[in-house]
């Protein structure tokens, strides 16, 4: 299964646009990028994902490279709600392998 | 979409004694995935399932840990013996199986399990 990095922590300034970095140089052809939330004693949250093209929803942005082997989700206007992990994972086309998940970026923001 | 519903939500044993948790996925989608997570870590694959097969299953999940899905509809995933080191965080997640890799995964809010 391929594997995603990520930094362990970032910060940002509230009402300032983020930048989340991810890894992700074994991708295949057919992975999708999913990019997931967690706050404190919940479950993932799902937030986007793309393919080839970047992708916009009332959630995020997510911008991926060119060669996909890295892409970046991006909160236009971070605000305190968007304190949480935030996990970047590669979801085969089929769907029906496992998903990896690694320890993910830990955002804070800044009030 | 009602999500997808764990329960208990916390759960509290001695070492030795059995445990079961449910989990209740988004009624049309067929594919189930457990996942445990323990603090400061991301979530790691126990199992999954397609309707009420049961397709993989990763080395974490010892033989005191069997989880099933009865009709592929709800899952159960039951701990024999438990041990402290069982003690995390225990997610349900779903997903349908039509684009399946396009296809978002929908987590629960997790069973929490703490050994004594």
């Known amino acids: 299964d391929a594997k995603t990095t990520q930094p362990n922590s970032m910060e940002s300034n509230e009402e300032e646009p983020v930048h989340l970095p991810c890894n992700h140089s074994t991708i295949s052809g057919t992975d999708y990028i999913h990019w997931y939330r967690q706050l404190p004693s919940q479950g993932p949250e799902y937030v986007i994902h793309?393919?080839?093209s970047n992708v916009n929803n009332r959630m995020a942005s997510l911008a991926i490279a060119e060669d996909r082997k890295s892409s970046t989700l991006i909160l236009h206007r971070a605000t305190l709600r968007d304190a949480a992990v935030y996990y970047c994972?590669?979801?085969?086309?089929?769907?029906?392998?496992?998903?990896?998940f690694g320890t993910g970026t830990k955002l804070q923001v800044i009030p | 979409d009602t999500g997808v519903s764990q329960d208990p939500r916390h759960k509290i044993t001695k070492r030795g004694q059995n445990v079961t948790f449910r989990c209740d996925p988004i009624s049309e989608h067929n594919r189930l995935y457990w996942y445990r997570q323990t603090l400061g870590q991301g979530p790691e694959f126990l199992t999954y399932?397609?309707?009420?097969?049961?397709?993989?299953k990763s080395r974490l999940l010892s033989d005191r840990f069997s989880a099933e899905r009865p009709k592929g509809s709800f899952s159960t995933l039951e701990i024999q013996r438990t041990e402290q080191g069982d003690s995390a965080m225990y997610l349900c997640?779903?997903?349908?199986?039509?684009?399946?890799?396009?296809?978002?995964?929908?987590f629960g809010n997790g069973t929490r399990l703490t050994v004594t």
């Open positions: 399932f397609q309707n009420e097969a049961q397709l993989e």
């Open positions: 793309g393919l080839t």
């Open positions: 997640a779903s997903s349908s199986t039509t684009g399946a890799g396009s296809r978002p995964l929908h």
């Open positions: 994972i590669l979801r085969p086309f089929g769907g029906y392998q496992k998903v990896t």
